[in-house]
């Protein structure tokens, strides 16, 4: 490798210290990340309306169902390429990364054409309230109009993520969220574009994001050097990412689905207030899994370059330390983010009722968020040892099951708000336990 100035020793550092150095920028990526995003929310919900709000807010677990398994796909390239760059096969790496890019592309191209065509169907079969689903199926067209950009500047990240060099996709997303919150106001507060303002915001700083990730990699002079004349799909490659990254990206399909039948069970009190309120809550939400997110994707890429380099003996001491890490994280913020939730909700909105909602939201879930976490962990340390799909086959069980069984047969019975968030903590906890167990018998076989 000629060029090491943005990757970590993952493989013969210090541990700890390389943990803090991959997962610190990974933080401030996903706290600027949710910083904008809030700001989207903001300022919708500010100047554009109740409705507004709620219209965006309906379609976050959509947006979530259809890019889940494509996201997951990014996951199998981080896990592939790790393997490659722990193995110091270059020639294996270089394929990985044209391979992995031209799928985010073709993968890009068919993501699009779905989500307009179903916008309307999905929404509809979720209850969406007929006051604000014309809304949300415009905002849903438009943001699945640019979403190749958003899956090419994933895999791309993904790319950066496995020869650990998590800063330049910190400085990336600094530059395109400035320029996703200017839009922003200047789309929906000048130019009274409400929900369209903030989709086509989002799709140009996406596009940004995009063209600087693919750039930085462009400009590397190493095995992660990207050619866009030497895209194309390696067969062996292909076959490796979707192994680990279709089971990957089953587990975000299975919380998507669960979610998609929450939010229709929010959507059953057919309240604007409500889907607004548990809108805005989510979003707060999204501030406690800061920590969680970072330290399980470092989990899942020391996992694979210290495999890929024979040392299996650092295997337990990563998902130890990412552990111990993940959870002060989760449980500092989560309680952090509850004490205050009503404060933060007020930025969004001034109507008490959506204040009320959210707080309620933020109780029952980001408070325990610390047991997502847990199971988080597990499964990506599973992951960066090449088992996938039992992991995900437990997530199946353990969380849709769960959730389900709990909206079909407790939520009927209470008819609550609190009846339905009461899912979120039982299923972690369920599935929690269940990934523990297997995760102890996957590391007795792979580090024997």
């Known amino acids: 490798m000629k060029n090491r100035s943005h990757t970590l020793d993952i493989v013969n550092g210090p541990l700890l210290g390389n943990l803090f150095a991959f997962a610190v920028p990974l933080m401030f990526s996903q706290l600027l990340q949710i910083l904008f995003n809030a700001a989207d929310t903001i300022v919708v919900g500010k100047f554009a309306g109740e409705s507004a709000l709620a219209a965006v807010g309906a379609t976050g677990s959509i947006v979530f169902l259809l890019t889940s398994l494509f996201n997951g796909l990014s996951t199998g390239s981080n896990v592939v390429i790790a393997r490659f760059l722990g193995m110091g096969e270059e020639k294996g790496i270089e394929e990985a990364v044209h391979t992995s890019i031209f799928l985010a592309i073709v993968c890009g191209i068919f993501l699009t054409a779905a989500g307009i065509i179903l916008a309307p169907f999905l929404l509809k079969m979720m209850s969406t309230p007929e006051a604000i689903i014309n809304l949300s199926v415009l905002y849903m067209r438009i943001y699945f109009a640019g979403v190749t950009f958003l ?242 086959a437990i997530m199946l069980a353990g969380i849709c099951a769960v959730r389900l069984s709990w909206i079909w047969l407790v939520f009927p019975h209470y008819g609550t708000l609190q009846s339905i968030y009461m899912c979120y903590p039982v299923s972690w906890l369920i599935t929690s336990a269940i990934e523990y167990a297997l995760w102890l018998w996957v590391c007795r076989k792979v580090c024997a």
């Open 151 to 392: 899956l090419v500047y994933n895999f791309a990240s993904a790319v950066l993520r496995s020869k650990g060099d998590t800063k330049r996709p910190l400085y990336f997303l600094a530059v395109s969220g400035a320029v996703n919150v200017v839009l922003n106001l200047f789309t929906v507060i000048v130019l009274h574009m409400s929900v369209a303002g903030v989709a086509i915001a989002t799709v140009a700083s996406e596009a940004l994001s995009a063209f600087l990730t693919c750039m930085a990699l462009i400009r590397d002079n190493d095995a992660t050097h990207l050619d866009f004349r030497r895209l194309r799909m390696n067969k062996d490659v292909v076959l490796s990412i979707m192994r680990i990254g279709i089971p990957s990206g089953l587990s975000g399909v299975v919380f998507s689905l669960s979610n998609v039948v929450i939010q229709s069970s929010i959507n059953s009190f057919n309240s604007t207030s409500i889907v607004a309120g548990n809108s805005a809550g989510a979003n707060i939400e999204g501030f406690v899994y800061i920590g969680m997110f970072a330290f399980s994707q470092a989990t899942i890429t020391f996992t694979s370059q210290c495999l890929g380099a024979g040392r299996k003996d650092r295997i337990r001491p990563i998902l130890r330390e990412t552990f111990v890490l993940s959870c002060i994280s989760a449980l500092a913020l989560g309680m952090l983010i509850n004490h205050f939730s009503a404060q933060l909700l007020r930025l969004y909105t001034d109507e008490q009722a959506v204040v009320e909602v959210g707080m309620i939201r933020t109780y029952w879930v980001a408070r325990l968020l610390i047991l997502n976490g847990i199971m988080d962990i597990f499964i990506n340390s599973m992951r960066g040892m090449g088992y996938s799909a039992a992991p995900t």
